[in-house]
């Protein structure tokens, strides 16, 4: 059964600790994609990476960091320096040169206490 | 001004309306153009996707790129309580590998 998994659905954490979302494909995709989503607004990229050991900032970068260290799998880490880190992530993979192909995972929704 | 806009809505129907959603843009390079379906707290689904400009149409979706005019739509005929649901638009320019998307807009179809 192939697809994207996050890990997990639901994450609450206490101001100033960092924590880190999971993120798996079984897809064989190259790229990968970490987005946030907040009420009203749509999809925000934060990082992404086409190819492992190698990934690029997106829009909104700052206070989060990430690892691309296999191919199925591209952990988030919010950090505390994320300063309204309460919102929806969402990872999305890929083949790479093929926009029709990038699928999402159910998302985790984190919020901060 | 952001690349895409979008009108969130929200947009409320009767079940077998036609539903037209759009999207405007900015961007002149953008080719690919994509229409994906949020349920409540769920990840998107991919709907609709283009490449440049014209029609294309998927059972009861019909997805309408206009690249002069920089707009997108996405027609829904016999509109069903299941369709409910934010549906968002998103575009590319070249294999960048960096969707754009819109605000989204919520749709609610009554039965």
């Known amino acids: 059964d192939g697809g994207i998994t996050q890990s997990p659905k639901y994450l609450f954490r206490k101001e100033g600790q960092n924590v880190t979302l999971s993120c798996e494909q079984n897809?064989?995709?190259?790229?990968m994609y970490w987005y946030r989503q907040d009420p009203g607004q749509g999809l925000r990229l934060i990082y992404y990476?086409?190819?492992?050991?190698?990934?690029q900032k997106g829009d909104i970068a700052e206070g989060y960091s990430v690892s691309r260290e296999k191919k199925e799998s591209f952990p988030l880490t919010v950090t505390s320096a994320q300063k309204n880190p309460t919102a929806f992530y969402l990872c999305?993979?890929?083949?790479?040169?093929?926009?029709?192909?990038?699928?999402f995972g159910p998302g985790t929704r984190l919020t901060v206490l | 001004q952001k690349e895409v806009e979008q009108d969130p809505g929200p947009l409320s129907v009767p079940e077998g309306a036609i539903v037209s959603l759009n999207c405007t843009y900015s961007?002149?390079?953008?080719?690919?153009f994509m229409w994906y379906r949020q349920y409540s707290r769920k990840g998107p689904e991919l709907l609709m996707y283009?490449?440049?400009?014209g029609n294309k149409e998927d059972g009861r979706f019909t997805a309408q790129v206009d690249k002069s005019s920089k707009y997108i739509s996405l027609f829904i005929r016999d509109s069903q309580p299941s369709d409910s649901a934010t549906y968002l638009c998103?575009?590319?320019?070249?294999?960048?590998?960096?969707?754009?998307f819109g605000q989204g807009t919520t749709l609610q179809v009554k039965p």
């Open positions: 999305a993979s890929r083949n790479s040169g093929r926009t029709d192909t990038q699928y």
């Open positions: 897809l064989n995709h190259d790229a």
């Open positions: 990476s086409q190819i492992v050991n190698d990934f």
């Open positions: 961007n002149s390079a953008f080719q690919y």
């Open positions: 283009t490449y440049s400009s």
């Open positions: 998103a575009m590319e320019s070249g294999n960048t590998g960096k969707l754009i």
